[in-house]
């Protein structure tokens, strides 16, 4: 079966760390812009950020720069966002998508595009 499969959610305090995967089954992601988003509740869904297919390019939202590192190990199939000095604006649903046709800077602009995979989503929490 073809798909991606987050994981990593969890609840976590102010000011803590989480790290999401993505990872494919079923094909390689060596060549897929990935992207992360997120939808909290009552909110439309938003970027986060896009890792290339190709090079090392990414990009992020404003509100998570200096906090949240995208990364992608293709050994092992999977994309990563690591997420630090965690705040309760972060609460959401994370998803990850892969599309082979866009590049990254593209990538982040359609966080409700029908790109080639969608994740089923991951809930992240930060609360006291």
């Known amino acids: 079966q073809l798909q991606l499969v987050e994981s990593g959610g969890d609840l976590v305090q102010p000011g803590g760390s989480l790290r999401l995967s993505c990872a494919a089954s079923?094909?390689?992601?060596?060549?897929?812009?990935i992207g992360w988003f997120r939808q909290a509740p009552g909110k439309e869904r938003e970027a986060v950020s896009c890792?290339?297919?190709?090079?090392?390019?990414?990009v992020y939202a404003d509100s998570v720069k200096g906090r949240f590192t995208i990364s992608r190990d293709n050994a092992k199939n999977t994309v990563y966002l690591q997420m630090n000095s965690l705040k309760p604006e972060d609460i959401g649903v994370y998803y990850c998508?892969?599309?082979?046709?866009?590049?990254?800077?593209?990538?982040?602009?359609?966080?409700?595009?029908?790109?080639?995979?969608w994740g089923q989503g991951t809930q992240v929490t930060v609360s006291s």
């Open positions: 079923g094909f390689t992601l060596d060549y897929y812009t």
């Open positions: 890792i290339s297919g190709s090079d090392d390019t990414t």
């Open positions: 998508a892969a599309d082979m046709s866009l590049i990254v800077q593209a990538m982040c602009k359609f966080p409700y595009a029908n790109h080639d995979y």
